[in-house]
T-cell receptor, first 114, second 112 residues
Framework: AQSVTQLGSHVSVSEGALVLLRCNYSSSVPPYLFWYVQYPNQGLQLLLK??????LVKGINGFEAEFKKSETSFHLTKPSAHMSDAAEYFCAVRFSGGYNKLIFGAGTRLAVHP | EAQVTQNPRYLITVTGKKLTVTCSQN?????MSWYRQDPGLGLRQIYY???????DKGDVPEGYKVSRKEKRNFPLILESPSPNQTSLYFC???????????FGPGTRLTVL
């Protein structure tokens, strides 16, 4: 079955430290991949997406993600965490033939402490 | 401003009392979808619609109904809510030719 796995439901980093949020998917055909962010009491906002162009994708707020086909991964990184990055992050995938349907990972809550 | 709106944002109700959560988008998008968000499960699709009068089940459709009589509106109907439908609900929309979905602010529903 097609699935998306986010490793770590909670991640805590210090302000200024590297942020690494992991996402793996199950598919033999490279899908379209997305990262969304959800701030408290808000809807989901698109951070970035991979649609078979460059494997390193840059998004908003200094985030980027690298698509690695051999590892079926799409990990999200940011070199230096800011307090305002504290939120829940969702990896989502649109598999081939899924026509707009997104399958979401369980989410990773990022905490940033001083 | 381009947006997806949902009403109400918060709702507390009792088992069996029919309710409707409205969703409206002003971007002329063909595709609309409803998701529920539960801790540890991420977002799961309830129903989706490819255009007016075209709807189909998602992954967790039991206990829900939808309709798409106008392009901009996609209401979610719970005819007889039960406590296991207590959740955070999101509506989303997108053009058919892109993959980027735009999400509403969410509706937090509690069924007692």
């Amino acid at each position: 079955a097609q699935s998306v796995t986010q490793l770590g439901s909670h991640v805590s980093v210090s302000e200024g430290a590297l942020v690494l949020l992991r996402c793996n998917y199950s598919s033999s055909v490279p899908p379209y991949l997305f990262w969304y962010v959800q701030y408290p009491n808000q809807g989901l906002q698109l951070l970035l997406k991979y649609t078979s162009a460059a494997t390193l994708v840059k998004g908003i707020n200094g985030f980027e993600a690298e698509f690695k086909k051999s590892e079926t991964s799409f990990h999200l990184t940011k070199p230096s965490a800011h307090m305002s990055d504290a939120a829940e992050y969702f990896c989502a995938v649109r598999f081939s033939g899924g026509y707009n349907k997104l399958i979401f990972g369980a989410g990773t809550r990022l905490a940033v402490h001083p | 401003e381009a947006q997806v709106t949902q009403n109400p944002r918060y709702l507390i109700t009792v088992t069996g009392k029919k309710l409707t959560v409205t969703c409206s988008q002003n971007m002329n998008h063909e595709y609309m979808s409803w998701y529920r968000q539960d801790p540890g499960l991420g977002l799961r699709q309830i129903y989706y619609s490819m255009n007016v009068e075209v709807t189909d089940k998602g992954d967790v459709p039991e206990g829900y109904k939808v309709s798409r009589k106008e392009k901009r509106n996609f209401p979610l109907i719970l005819e007889s809510p039960s406590p296991n439908q207590t959740s955070l609900y999101f509506c989303a929309s997108s053009p058919l030719e892109t993959d980027t979905q735009y999400f509403g602010p969410g509706t937090r529903l509690t069924v007692l």
